[in-house]
């Protein structure tokens, strides 16, 4: 049967010549044995919120690997934010293949031209987007106003999709991508008390799944990280937004819902013990596999007992969706 936009062959348009040598040269290789090792030089990463938590461990995780890594976070100070600054000393002092550009993702003309100086950076198409950069923020949904909704929407949703739109025409061009959305297990679990965060969690899952299969003919691969609680610093700032709401919150509501407000404090008190390195040795193994071969999404966490169990269920609701007709090679092409 011919390849057509509406017919592609899964190793047409995943694999790719190069990424069939590297599966020849090594066929019984596992997900693991890529990982162990895995040398990233000449492949260019842009990431978002690289100021914290994910975003900074991920940029310098990768660029030890050898990957050119550009790093994005807001407020810039033409370079001398700290956290800026620190990362490039550490590069400088570990001769680190890391640069650092301005990118506030609510901010539309930001995403342009940031992304337009990572290509440069880059040379060319960029090889992979890690979306990380987000908020978080607690409270019962009434309780969250429209300032509060917009921020976590344009922060959490909106931001992730312009950075794609950004990068996506020259990886369709090259043809092939990879984009990493870092989500949460709260974009499949819902808990009381932090429902808009969910809200935005659960529509970067939807997102980007659809995604994934309308790039299917484009060699444009998708994943999705599912990280469950890590101490990172979205706690604090979480704490610093629940503390704005409060005040801009009337004091019915407040006074309704003054229960419920203890919980929501009680989820933003912090991420536990986990080692959030685990984060960005999970999207590093995953680059390290052969295109085609990488999953449409990844729990992360020491317990991921119910994302397991949601994941399965949905991909088996997918499957009798999209598993025959007119989007069976799309869904083939992307499935776990």
């Known amino acids: 049967m011919p390849d057509t936009p509406y017919n592609p062959n899964r190793r047409t348009l995943l694999a790719g010549a190069s990424a069939l040598a590297a599966a020849a040269a090594a066929p019984n290789a596992t997900a693991q044995d890529a990982a162990a090792v895995p040398d990233f030089s000449?492949?260019?990463?842009?990431?978002?919120?690289?100021?914290?938590?994910?975003?900074?461990?991920?940029?310098?995780?990768?660029?030890?690997?050898?990957?050119?890594?550009?790093?994005?976070?807001?407020?810039?100070?033409?370079?001398?934010?700290?956290?800026?600054?620190?990362?490039?000393?550490?590069?400088?002092?570990?001769?680190?293949?890391?640069?650092?550009?301005?990118?506030?993702?609510?901010?539309?003309?930001?995403?342009?031209?940031?992304?337009?100086?990572?290509?440069?950076?880059a040379g060319s198409a960029i090889d992979v987007l890690v979306n990380n950069a987000g908020i978080g923020?607690?409270?019962?949904?009434?309780?969250?106003?429209?300032?509060?909704?917009?921020?976590?929407f344009e922060t959490n949703l909106f931001g992730y999709l312009r950075m794609a739109r950004a990068v996506l025409p020259a990886m369709r061009e090259k043809n092939e991508g990879q984009i990493f959305n870092v989500s949460s297990q709260l974009g499949r679990i819902l808990l009381p008390n932090i429902g808009m965060y969910c809200a935005t969690k659960f529509a970067i899952e939807a997102m980007f799944e659809t995604m994934a299969y309308?790039?299917?003919?484009?060699?444009?691969?998708?994943?999705?990280?599912?990280?469950?609680?890590?101490?990172?610093?979205i706690w604090d700032n979480g704490r610093r937004y629940v503390s704005e709401l409060m005040e801009r919150a009337d004091d019915e509501r407040k006074d309704a819902y003054g229960g419920h407000i203890q919980m929501a404090q009680g989820l933003l008190a912090g991420g536990g013990s986990t080692d959030p390195m685990d984060v960005p040795r999970a999207i590093a193994e995953?680059?390290?596999?052969p295109a085609g071969k990488r999953p449409l999404r990844r729990p992360v966490h020491p317990n991921t007992a119910a994302t397991d169990a949601a994941n399965t269920a949905m991909a088996q609701i997918q499957a009798s969706v999209l598993g025959g007709g007119v989007y069976k090679n799309w869904h083939d092409a992307v499935a776990d």
């Open 42 to 121: 000449g492949k260019s990463v842009l990431i978002t919120g690289t100021s914290s938590g994910f975003g900074r461990l991920t940029a310098l995780h990768l660029a030890r690997l050898g990957a050119k890594v550009i790093a994005s976070m807001r407020n810039l100070d033409h370079g001398n934010r700290p956290e800026a600054k620190e990362l490039m000393q550490i590069a400088a002092a570990e001769k680190l293949d890391l640069s650092v550009v301005e990118i506030d993702v609510t901010n539309d003309d930001q995403v342009a031209s940031g992304v337009a100086a990572a290509e440069g950076i």
């Open 137 to 152: 923020m607690a409270g019962p949904v009434e309780i969250n106003d429209m300032d509060a909704t917009h921020l976590m």
């Open 214 to 233: 309308e790039l299917a003919p484009f060699g444009v691969e998708i994943t999705i990280i599912q990280p469950g609680g890590y101490p990172t610093k």
């Open 286 to 289: 995953i680059i390290a596999l």
